[in-house]
């Protein structure tokens, strides 16, 4: 995250709907009426269906031009369409936008995971043969039910709900993403936190046989990161545990990682292993690297530059030009009130 990126040359050309707005409905149907957690993958994820897909793999996707829609490929026979009779959804309500999805390609195969790589194009190469189950997620510290959670018993706290996010990278792009998942406060709750909960701090797996970047000093491993409780307790931070209405792909932080949408990217920590509610505020690898050029609070703000870059504009990728980047990457209506009184260029 030293340097402003470089486009990829894929990106030029606009990205190809892998998702229509059509096909997108039915995943927020199904999203809605699955009876168990698990229903969503498994009906959208059959086997045969391919996982992360290198770019090799990818290319032999498009070529084909079917099998990109997960939708078709749970539902081949054309069963009845449940979305016909269903009413439309709501759309930019902060859980939606009806921006245009950055394709499925470009949010899998360009990524920022130091973990594997601090190449954005060989995440998905390098990463392809990351085993993330069995997992589990220490949830600790300052509750009243400190608990080690099973992957299995997460994904049972919730129904997943499928959310249209944009997400804005503080090196200057930016992507629009179907995640699936749900907001943290539902883990939180059941940890029932004390009263003397400040913060919450997270942190990813450290194991540098299945994570080769950890064993290189491109960061402080391992990574960690961290909300003001209150920040972690709004609707909108989620906790994903899958895309493009698969599980989530290695790439992406599989098995679960965290969205907090009006943040930069670089707050969403990937695969985590450990969630601890704190008094005081903690640590965070980016800030601990560069203090002067990456905050705790890292909201995102066009008004407060990079010390090396503006932060004025972005690179929607798939896009050509750059748009305008909003405050609090747009969600301001719903989080403005978080930091009221707040000195946002001090506390950046
Ligand atoms: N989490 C971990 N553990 N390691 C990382 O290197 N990179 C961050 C964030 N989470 C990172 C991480 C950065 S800089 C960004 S922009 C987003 O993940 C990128 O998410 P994406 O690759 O799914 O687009």
Same mark, same amino acid.
């Given at each position: ?10 990106e030029i ?23 168990s ?9 059959r ?19 079917d ?9 081949? %026979? +054309? ?7 269903a #009413?439309?959804?709501?759309v930019?309500? $902060?859980?939606?936008?009806? @921006?245009?999805?950055t ?13 594997f ?44 709900e ?5 997400m ?29 909960a ?26 960690? %990161? +961290? ?7 709004? #609707? ?5 545990? $899958?895309?493009?209405?698969? @599980? ?11 969205v ?19 008094e ?10 560069a ?30 030009g ?12 719903q ?14």
């Amino acid at each position: 995250m030293t340097t402003p990126p470089p486009i990829p040359s894929s990106e030029i050309t606009p990205p190809e709907l892998y998702f229509n707005r059509r096909s997108l409905l039915r995943a927020g149907i199904v999203a809605a009426t699955t009876a168990s957690t698990a229903g969503l993958y498994r009906a959208l994820n059959r086997p045969g269906a391919e996982e992360v897909k290198t770019p090799e793999l990818v290319g032999l996707v498009k070529d084909r031009g079917d099998s990109t829609d997960p939708v078709e490929q749970a539902n081949p %026979e +054309g069963a009845a369409d449940p979305v016909e009779a269903a #009413p439309a959804e709501p759309v930019d309500n $902060g859980f939606h936008t009806d @921006e245009t999805l950055t394709s499925l390609r470009s949010v899998t195969n360009y990524n920022n995971f130091y973990e594997f790589t601090t190449s954005k194009e060989r995440v998905a190469l390098v990463s392809r043969n990351f085993v993330s189950r069995p997992w589990t997620v220490a949830v600790e510290g300052l509750v009243h039910k400190p608990k080690v959670f099973d992957l299995d018993e997460i994904l049972k706290l919730s129904a997943p709900e499928e959310r249209v996010y944009r997400m804005r990278c503080v090196e200057g792009w930016s992507m629009v993403i179907p995640w699936a998942g749900f907001s943290l406060s539902k883990l939180l709750d059941a940890v029932e936190p004390m009263g003397s909960a400040k913060y919450v701090a997270f942190e990813t797996l450290f194991d540098p046989k299945r994570m080769p970047g950890q064993n290189y000093p491109a960061l402080d491993w391992p990574y960690v %990161e +961290g909300l003001r409780l209150d920040e972690a307790l709004h #609707p909108l931070t989620m906790l994903a545990t $899958g895309l493009y209405g698969r @599980e989530l792909p290695a790439p992406n932080g599989a098995p679960l990682r965290l969205v907090v949408p009006w943040k930069y990217g670089f707050k969403g920590i990937k695969s985590i292993v450990k969630i601890s509610l704190t008094e005081n505020q903690p640590p965070t690898s980016w800030n601990v690297t560069a203090p002067g050029e990456y905050g705790f609070y890292s909201n995102v703000n066009p008004d407060v530059a990079h010390p090396r870059w503006s932060q004025a504009t972005e690179q929607r990728i798939g896009e050509s030009g750059r748009r305008k980047t909003l405050m609090f990457n747009g969600y301001g209506e719903q989080v403005a009130q978080l930091y009221t009184g707040m000195d946002l260029r001090r506390n950046f």
